[in-house]
């Protein structure tokens, strides 16, 4: 990944390896990020979520998002 811009990202999470309905964790440079996909393979910035992770201590896990609101 060169860029961390919309691009540069859907060029790293591809529908190959970012698939529906899933998570990911990828780095640029020295931060990390974690990317949660929709029900479409592939990235897109308008329908998937990226979160930064860099500093986090532990496990995360599924546990930590919610996937409804009450």
Known sequence: ???LDAT??????TTAV???N?????TFGSRSFVAINDATAGFS?????IIEVTGLTGTLTVNNFTTALA
């Open 1 to 3: 990944m060169t860029t």
């Open 8 to 13: 540069g990202i859907a060029a790293r999470l």
């Open 18 to 20: 970012f698939t529906a």
């Open 22 to 26: 899933s998570a990911a964790q990828f």
């Open 45 to 49: 910035a308008t329908t998937d979520a």
